[in-house]
């Protein structure tokens, strides 16, 4: 089954333990909406943020991606998880499976979607993965993480429990630790992540940035990512919501001229039967026509209009 193209500047994170973030959540404009019942529910809220996430699913989220964030392969929870959010709706988009440390992890929840889907009547395969990479044993295996399954969508990069997992010193998560002179510490994770995704086709996505009222940290976090090649980030916080939507789409002006590059080398190699052209004072050839191509995929799905 072809993976639908799903646009993810947002994904917002929501407490499955709470109702009321939940009905507040299908109001928002965020891309995606996850509803989380690993680590923001306690373990004896468990079994009723699974059933809280389990009726949200099936109720109306409007054009938005629907996931749910299950426990860990490793866990006692993360079956009925599972088995509960995919038989209870017609549709969850995708699930996030957390602290994935090796492809089996992804493997398994394959296998078992495929089980819960054909015993729910749906259609096989429609349940897509993200696999959050959050430790170092994630890191090292993240090739072959990205190569497990066909329904993988994204690559998740989990900094909280990266951090914790390295011995990042810092407490102040998606910011930079004090005392580092070596540029960005996020930098080595976020691009092996980015590269293994990209060589399975896979969306890359940065996660959280835990101080909601450092509105400024937190559009520096997200335009970093935006800029090194992500298509969005975790949001913890409304207020976290149209800055990442804004910087994770390409700008008004760069969508036109990615459109204006299109349209140019089309002309070029048909009409002209040439490879390489000017446009403007740049010369533009099939490398550019890619990167152009990207961009103005970015824009559409971001809803940019065709001209300002
Ligand atoms: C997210 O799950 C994180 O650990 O940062
Ligand atoms: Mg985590």
Redesign the pocket.
């Known amino acids: 089954m072809e993976r639908p193209y799903r646009v993810r500047r947002s994904c917002l994170a929501v407490p499955a333990s709470s109702e009321r973030f939940i009905t507040k959540a299908r109001g928002l404009p965020a891309d995606e909406v996850f509803l989380d019942l690993e680590?923001a529910v306690a373990p004896a809220a468990k079994p009723q943020a699974r059933a809280n996430a389990a009726a949200a699913v099936a109720g109306d989220w409007g054009g938005r991606t629907v996931a749910v964030r299950v426990n860990d392969a490793s866990t006692q929870w993360a079956h009925k998880d599972v088995i509960e959010v995919v038989s209870a709706a017609a549709r969850v988009d995708v699930i996030v499976l957390?602290k994935v440390t090796s492809p089996g992890h992804v493997v398994w929840l394959d296998l078992l979607l495929g089980q819960a889907e054909q015993a729910a009547g749906l259609p096989l395969g429609q349940t897509g993965i993200e696999a959050?990479i959050?430790d170092a044993r994630g890191l090292a295996a993240v090739n072959a993480i990205a190569a497990a399954s066909p329904r993988l969508e994204a690559l998740v990069f989990?900094?909280?429990?990266?951090m914790a997992s390295v011995g990042i010193r810092s407490l102040d998560?998606g910011g930079q630790p004090e005392g580092y002179a070596g540029g960005d510490v996020y930098h080595y994770a976020l691009m092996r992540i980015l590269i293994a995704a990209r060589a399975q086709g896979l969306q890359a996505i940065d996660?959280?940035y835990l101080k909601v009222r450092d509105t400024g940290g937190f559009r520096r976090s997200a335009a970093s990512a935006a800029a090194l090649g992500y298509d969005g980030k975790w949001v913890l916080h409304p207020d976290q919501i149209d800055a990442a939507n804004e910087v994770f789409a390409p700008s008004q002006a760069d969508f036109e001229r990615a459109s204006r590059i299109i349209d140019a080398y089309a002309h070029a190699t048909t009409v002209d039967q040439r490879g390489a052209v000017m446009l403007g004072d740049e010369m533009i050839d099939e490398a550019s026509r890619k990167m152009a191509q990207a961009i103005v995929a970015r824009g559409r799905a971001a809803g940019l209009p065709a001209t300002a």
């Open positions: 680590d957390p959050q959050e989990g900094p909280a429990d990266f998560v996660g959280p």
